[in-house]
């Protein structure tokens, strides 16, 4: 059953109309509550620039220590540290020791898909920077 009201709103449609089959269909296939909430919070590791700076620094050099990290993105080392527990703790980044050192990657190939289709969307819109 559908039904129609007036309202005049600039991005919305200026008719209600709902189709309900298509409604069905579509809550249907969305993720849990659950999903959504462990997604929101993934991508909001990603609303950090220095944690996103991080894991575009891992995803062009496969491995990095902590000070190798600091230097290419020109932060302090600190800093790095901190966000690097954020995103290991998120299973976004894996660390390995070598002897005192510890060298950091990103935790496997999704997360890597998600960085390059984020950058290609941007530049499809925008074009490169």
């Excluded at 200026?14 to 269909?25: I, M, P, S």
């Excluded at 993720?31 to 909430?37: H, N, R, S, Y």
């Excluded at 950090?48 to 290419?72: H, M, Q």
């Excluded at 966000?83 to 496997?108: E, H, Q």
Aim: overall charge negative; hydrophobic content about 45%.
């Amino acid at each position: 059953m559908s039904a129609a009201i007036d309202r005049p709103v600039a991005d919305a449609c200026e008719v209600t109309l709902v189709d309900a089959d298509r409604v069905e269909a579509a809550r249907g296939k969305l993720p849990t509550a659950l999903e959504i909430d462990r997604l929101a919070d993934w991508f909001r590791l990603l609303g950090d620039p220095t944690r996103a700076r991080i894991l575009y620094a891992l995803l062009e050099a496969g491995e990095l220590c902590v000070c190798d990290i600091s230097a290419t993105i020109d932060v302090v080392e600190s800093t790095v540290s901190h966000s690097l527990r954020w995103l290991r703790a998120a299973n976004v980044v894996t660390a390995r020791r070598s002897g005192r050192m510890m060298f950091y990657s990103l935790d496997d190939s999704h997360v890597r898909l998600l960085l390059d289709l984020g950058r290609e969307h941007l530049a499809h819109r925008q074009g490169p920077e």
